[in-house]
Each structure stands twice: as C-alpha cells, then as structure tokens.
C-alpha cells in the first residue's frame, strides 16, 4: 500500500530542498517528523506538509495506521525558473534565475517478511 503527495512551484531551490528531503527518507512517521520539527532550515515546513498530506492521503484511501507507515521515498524535482533582470554597470544587464521545486513523498505500510 503506498500514499503520495506533491507539492508543485515551491518556492526554494531544488539543491536546497534535497538537503532537508535526503535527512526523512526511509524513516517512520513519527522520526520524520521529529528531524524535521528541529531542522532549522525554512523548507523543513513544507517538507512536513507534503509528507502529512501523504499520511492523510494513506489513511483516507487505504485506511492505513499512521504508526505504522514510514517514509517510502522522497524526492525533489525541478520546477520553472522565473528570469528576471538586475541592471548592471554601463548599460549591461545580469539574470537573475528564481528556482522552483516539485516536492513529492511517497508513504507505505513497512511488509513484515
């Protein structure tokens, strides 16, 4: 049984949401969320929203524990970059690259062999 949830357009670097994402992949639910709960960087908040809509998405459709679901994957794809511009000395110009991220969790039940 597997549950997934995507945030799209985030906001953020993908660089910088791979270092938050790659510290909850392969944890439970209740590990996960402590790591993130005191991680200091800003995605951390939207890493856990994206992987509570999983747990939601896993309770609601397959009727799943929450207690026994654990973090299946978890990775970050690259949005649109928005393109702006930054005048620059003598008439010039320099490009400023807005990076977005596509933020996706996928929860399941761990299959006790």
Known sequence: MEA???ARYVR???????????????KDIVRA??????T???????????????????EHNHQANPAQLYV????VDEG??????????KGS????RKRTSHITVIVS????A
């Open 4 to 6: 997934k949830a995507v």
């Open 80 to 89: 649109p970059t928005l393109k702006r511009i930054r005048p620059r000395a």
């Open 12 to 26: 953020v670097s993908p660089r910088k949401a791979r270092v938050v994402v790659d510290q909850i992949r392969g």
């Open 40 to 58: 200091t960087r800003a995605i951390a908040e939207d890493v856990e929203k994206v992987m509570n809509s999983a747990v939601a998405n896993a």
């Open 72 to 75: 299946k994957a978890a990775y």
């Open 109 to 112: 039940t761990r299959e006790e």
């Open 93 to 96: 110009a320099a490009r400023i």
């Open 33 to 38: 969320r402590e790591v993130l709960a005191f």
